[in-house]
């Protein structure tokens, strides 16, 4: 017999008379998915999809597909962004009416039943989705639409926009690192020419201001005692408070 032929048939016994051992995956094995890799297109389709009325279905999209938060700032200071990327099928969407934070569970989906609170901060290594609900303006009076809306129920459920006037969309949240330096501009959210005092980076009035609806160039991020978060504009010793401030 060939040597060939013969390795190949100590080979099948070996093989032969060797234990099937299964493989187990363990459920610790199973990866979170985590809420910002999904897109709010993707959040909404189970709710999209559950639809089965005659009447036109209002949707919601959002340009980009989260919300930038950073590791330690509140949802407080979170909810005073301006969300100006959200546009509707029908009519256009007019004022947000409603900005939450829930937890994520480990599918990505909010778990409606934990709300992160205004003054609670954001963890670094949290999952996290926020609702946003907006009025709607330029519908057709002689139509009637619904919207998947968060009201006083456990989960977004459809509704009549006549009576709410208002839709929601899921959005995740994108945590970056405290240390992470903010765009380069910024937006400030008062109202327009509204001055804002600027402070040194030791907390003191720097006797120079900022004025609201105008953007400035913004170089890093600090945390200064009794100012809390601010930015620095770049060039100057000047801050201003993260809670004036929309970060383009």
């Known amino acids: 017999m060939k040597k060939k032929n013969l390795l190949t048939l100590v080979s099948a016994a070996l093989l032969a ?21 999904l897109t709010p297109d993707e959040l909404m389709e189970s709710y ?14 959002k340009k980009t597909p989260y919300i930038t938060a950073y590791a330690g700032e509140t949802v407080d200071s979170l909810v005073k962004r301006r969300i100006k990327d959200v546009t509707s099928n029908y009519g256009h969407v007019s004022k947000l009416t409603q900005f939450n934070v829930y937890k994520a569970y480990d599918n990505g989906t909010p778990d409606f039943g934990a709300q992160v ?4 901060k954001i963890n670094a290594n949290g999952n996290y989705v926020a609702v946003l609900s907006f009025s709607l ?10 919207s998947f809306l968060r009201g006083s129920s456990s989960d977004l459920t459809d509704e009549w926009v006549d009576i709410y006037k208002a839709a929601s969309i899921l959005v995740p949240l994108n945590v970056q690192p405290a240390s992470v330096k903010p765009s380069t501009k910024g937006y400030i959210n008062v109202r327009r020419n509204h001055k804002v005092r600027t402070y040194t980076s030791t907390g003191r009035f720097s006797h120079h201001y900022v004025y609201g609806h105008y953007t400035y160039k913004f170089s890093t991020k600090k945390y200064i005692k009794k100012r809390g978060t601010c930015y620095k504009i770049s060039g100057k010793n000047q801050y201003v408070p993260a809670k004036y401030v929309n970060i383009k």
């Open 17 to 37: 008379s060797a234990p099937i051992v299964p493989v187990v995956m363990s459920l610790n094995s199973v990866q979170a998915v985590k809420a910002d890799t």
């Open 48 to 61: 999209y999809k559950s639809y089965d009325e005659k009447y036109p279905l209002v949707k919601l999209s």
């Open 117 to 120: 609170k205004g003054g609670s």
């Open 137 to 146: 303006a330029g519908l057709k009076k002689s139509n009637s639409y619904k």
